[in-house]
């Protein structure tokens, strides 16, 4: 009886362990030396500028990226094209209602829900990107690189704000636009590092 009960913690514990190792560690980013830059066009031209990174993590299984998430800072999104007056025009813009309402909705994550293999570092991710409160899914590729015994994560994440209730200046909501109009795409690019 006694072997018996043996076995059973055995293949229990065994159980458990093979469980966390298939799902991988988690390693959390480095907020400090990880980086979101944006770019948003329009017909005359474009801005591009950054955005902090909050928090998050990724998880690796022997060297594959196998899910994940990251949390950035939407109070602290700002142009780098730009100085002066015009800057902080556009900064506040950015902030207010008419974008992204940061003093509504402090944060944008994205949390990876599928993963799959594309070459030796490359990988197709889905997730589910959540701004202004609205999630919806998002794809992009990620590469996936370690060096010194520290991941870094990198790839383009584009979004259409529209779908996020970011209308100002869209040609499908507005007419007569001309070169007034302001693209509805929006690219995230990570270049994110972990601890």
Do not use: C
């Not at 829900?113 to 992009?140: R, Y």
């Not at 979004?159 to 302001?182: C, E, V």
């Amino acid at each position: 009886m006694k072997n018996i009960i043996l076995i059973i913690a055995m293949m229990i514990s065994t159980v458990a362990f093979g469980g966390a190792a298939n799902k991988g560690k988690s390693v959390a980013f480095d907020a400090k030396n990880s980086k979101v830059n944006w770019k948003g066009t329009k017909v005359t031209g474009e801005h591009v500028g950054t955005i902090n990174v909050q928090g998050g993590n990724l998880i690796v299984a022997a060297g594959e990226l196998k899910g994940g998430e990251i949390t950035i800072d939407m109070t602290s999104i700002q142009s780098t094209d730009l100085s002066g007056e015009w800057k902080d025009k556009l900064d506040g813009h950015l902030k207010n209602e008419d974008f992204f309402d940061t003093s509504k909705f402090k944060t944008s994550s994205f949390k990876v829900t599928k993963v799959e293999k594309k070459g030796k570092d490359t990988f197709n991710v889905t997730g589910d990107l959540t701004i202004k409160g609205t999630t919806k899914p998002a794809s992009t590729e990620l590469k996936l690189v370690e060096k010194s015994g520290k991941y870094h994560l990198q790839g383009t994440l584009t979004f259409d704000r529209t779908a996020y209730d970011i209308r100002y200046g869209s040609g499908k909501f507005f007419d007569n636009l001309g070169d007034k109009m302001i693209h509805d795409k929006v690219e995230l690019k990570l270049d994110l590092a972990s601890k």
